[in-house]
């Protein structure tokens, strides 16, 4: 783990989704091939995605 992935744990809050199994295999499969088309840890992509959710929405 990385000093950056160590930062980003220190200050992390869950969020928890309730999704259908499909979405939640999709979403799984495709942060696995983000993790390794990026090298991005689990927790930055994370972040990416509650951050582009937000931009999206106005938020």
């Keep these: 783990?990385?000093?950056e992935e160590k930062k980003l744990e220190q200050n992390l809050?869950?969020?928890?989704?309730?999704i259908p199994d499909d979405l939640y295999r999709a979403f799984q499969r495709c942060l696995w091939i983000r993790i390794q088309e990026?090298?991005?840890?689990q927790l930055e992509l994370m972040e990416e995605?509650?951050?582009d959710f937000l931009i999206k929405h106005g938020c």
Excluded: I, N, W, Y
Excluded at 13 to 18: D, I
Excluded at 38 to 41: D, H, I, P, V
């Design 1 to 3: 783990m990385g000093p």
């Design 13 to 18: 809050a869950e969020v928890k989704l309730l």
């Design 49 to 51: 995605v509650v951050k």
């Design 38 to 41: 990026t090298g991005q840890s």
